[in-house]
């Protein structure tokens, strides 16, 4: 299983950015996909998951701001963006827990990074 992220970028304080992350492979069901970032000289951190059925987790410090949402049937997940601040700064990672091969595995995209600045 593969995952392709793309949509970072350099923007405003104030601005918007849309991130998308494809899974692409064969013989895989996808029970969960998600966002982290990684901060300089930070650990990183849940951004937003969202599970096949619906269920939403989003970060304290980007609810009302950050929207996580999948497209099932294409295996790809969004994260619209809106009212970034320079503290969104960071490498945006996907990531997605998978069923396959009689095994739960968890994957991770390549890092995408978004830069929040005048």
């Known amino acids: 299983v593969q995952l392709q992220a793309s949509g970072g970028g350099l923007v405003q304080p104030g601005g918007s950015l849309k991130l998308s992350c494809a899974a692409s492979?064969?013989?895989?069901?996808?029970?969960?996909m998600g966002w982290y970032r990684q901060a300089p000289g930070k650990e990183r951190e849940l951004v937003a998951s969202r599970t096949s059925g619906g269920n939403t987790n989003v970060a304290d410090s980007v609810k009302g701001r950050f929207t996580i949402s999948r497209d099932n049937a294409k295996n790809t997940v969004y994260l619209q963006m809106n009212s970034l601040k320079p503290d969104d700064t960071a490498v945006y990672y996907c990531?997605?827990?998978?069923?396959?091969?009689?095994?739960?595995?968890?994957?991770w995209g390549q890092g995408t990074q978004v830069t929040v600045s005048s």
């Open positions: 492979g064969s013989g895989f069901a996808v029970n969960l």
């Open positions: 990531n997605a827990v998978v069923a396959v091969s009689g095994a739960i595995r968890n994957y």
